[in-house]
């Protein structure tokens, strides 16, 4: 799986790095990778930053970029089952998990478009003429060349991460999100959603994740139809996803060294439900919207080994800061089956990433 390490590299200096050894609970909820992947030899370790801070970190975010939209793309969904509210003080309580499928053309990236100022060439050695692979990708070997950032006169080569092959490897393109949610009618026809874990610490990670919602049903307030047998409503909801992991290493000095993650999303839905006997059939149209912050965080004494600095120590303070922006229109279909207070669901949404959710609870109206 994924995170981030402070390894040393098989070639001159050390950096901060990604590899895909084994995760840390906080990257299960927050990336969502739900297998374990092969694990690699320090000379397969990525070292974006061999091409500076802010070209490392556009390498990295291009990287990185299908499991965070995958991810958050999940943790958006799973808000509704049903278009009817509870009355007031019923209640439901259930389960749920999101199958996210990354699209194959977030397989590769182009590192020519990312507006790099060190890179002078790059190759994937795997595919003659083929583009970088992302962290879902190919198990492709990429090479970078890129002009010392620290001398102009030298150029410095490192071999690129390897993609995780998601397709071979899962047997599906995708990432897996859990969570737990729960409804009560308020007033007026209106449920108030809540979605949590509380705080969870497993080793040096610590992850939590809180989100409101309102579904309320304006049916009620449309002249003609409010006789009329399904249910009409629109929902609003919000999510955020806090954690930090500890990055401290023996290899590399420093002080305050972790990773901290923050997720806010924010979903916009009308809904429409019909119920025959045991069987809801239920859909909706809308809008999604996500920001995801991943700050490395803390001083990382970094010690050349050869060229011009060799023998010389730098520090590196708060080294990368990512930005993960993304938004989609969403179409839910689903059927949700009722055995009294019992119930299962299962819907898919149609959006850049497509979802799949299936979920469990019950129910009092």
Known sequence: MLYFGLLKPKQTMRFITLTDCKLPLLMVWLMAVSYTARSQSENEIVRFVQSGQADGAKLMQAYLTPVVEGASYGFTGGWFNTAKVHKTLGFDIGV???????????????????????LDNFSNTSVPNGLAPTIAGPDDQTEYTVSNPDNDNENVTFQGPRGLDFKDNLKISGVITPMIQAGIGVYKNTDLKLRFVPQVTV????????????????????????????????????TQINGSTSLTSERIR????????????????????????????????????????????????????????????????????????????????????????????????????????????????
């Open 96 to 118: 749920s998990a999101n199958a996210v499928f990354i699209p194959s053309s977030k397989n590769y990236f182009d590192p020519r478009t990312l507006g790099l100022t060190t």
């Open 203 to 238: 080793g040096d990670s610590k992850i939590s994740m809180f989100g409101v919602g309102l579904m309320h049903d304006v049916k009620q307030h449309i002249p003609g139809i409010r006789l009329l047998p399904f249910d009409l409503s629109v929902l609003v909801g919000y």
């Open 254 to 365: 420093g002080t305050g060294q972790e990773m901290d993650l923050k997720l806010h999303s924010w979903l916009f839905q009308a809904l429409i439900s019909k119920k025959f006997a045991i069987v809801t059939f239920y859909g909706g149209i809308g809008y999604a919207t996500v920001k995801t912050d991943t700050d490395v965080v803390g001083t990382y004494e970094v010690t050349y080994n050869q060229g011009p600095l060799a023998g010389s120590t730098v520090t590196y303070r708060n080294p990368v800061a990512l930005q993960f922006k993304n938004n989609s229109l969403r179409v839910t279909g689903g059927v949700r089956l009722n055995f009294g207070p019992i119930y299962f669901n299962t819907d898919y949404t149609l959006q850049e990433y497509g979802t799949l959710n299936v979920g469990i609870g019950a129910t009092v109206r």
